[in-house]
């Protein structure tokens, strides 16, 4: 059974950076649309970056300019660069994947396969 596994996420202070990793335990990861979302307590979960197939990328307004979405397809891997971290970023972090060829989305509904999620966690 294929899955996505996330990893990278930790505790840092705010204005650091982390790299998180999302890894896809199939073949042909290179066909599908990825997203990272996160949901924090109790909120809801919220689209924060999305690459195509064609590596088309995608941000929330909240994260621009300090976020960046890449995928290594060699690898099977999807990474979240995050830098200049705020409080408000704290949140388990979620990779998914869409449909093969499909359009990325800002919607969870767009993503069928999801991974288990990596706390992330930024102190003032």
């Known amino acids: 059974q294929v899955q996505l596994v996330e990893s990278g996420g930790g505790s840092v202070h705010a204005g650091n950076s982390l790299k998180l990793s999302c890894t896809y335990s199939?073949?042909?990861?290179?066909?599908?649309?990825v997203g990272w979302f996160r949901q924090a307590p109790g909120k809801e979960r919220e689209f924060v970056a999305s690459?195509?197939?064609?590596?088309?990328?995608d941000y929330a307004d909240s994260v621009k300019g300090r976020v960046t979405i890449s995928r290594d397809d060699v690898k099977n891997t999807v990474y979240l660069q995050m830098n200049s971290l705020k409080p408000e970023d704290t949140a388990v972090y979620y990779c998914?994947?869409?449909?093969?060829?499909?359009?990325?989305?800002?919607?969870?509904?767009?993503?069928?396969?999801w991974g288990q999620g990596t706390q992330v966690t930024v102190s003032s």
């Open positions: 199939g073949r042909t990861f290179s066909r599908y649309p």
């Open positions: 690459i195509s197939w064609v590596t088309v990328t």
């Open positions: 998914a994947a869409g449909t093969v060829f499909a359009t990325a989305g800002h919607s969870t509904d767009a993503y069928s396969l």
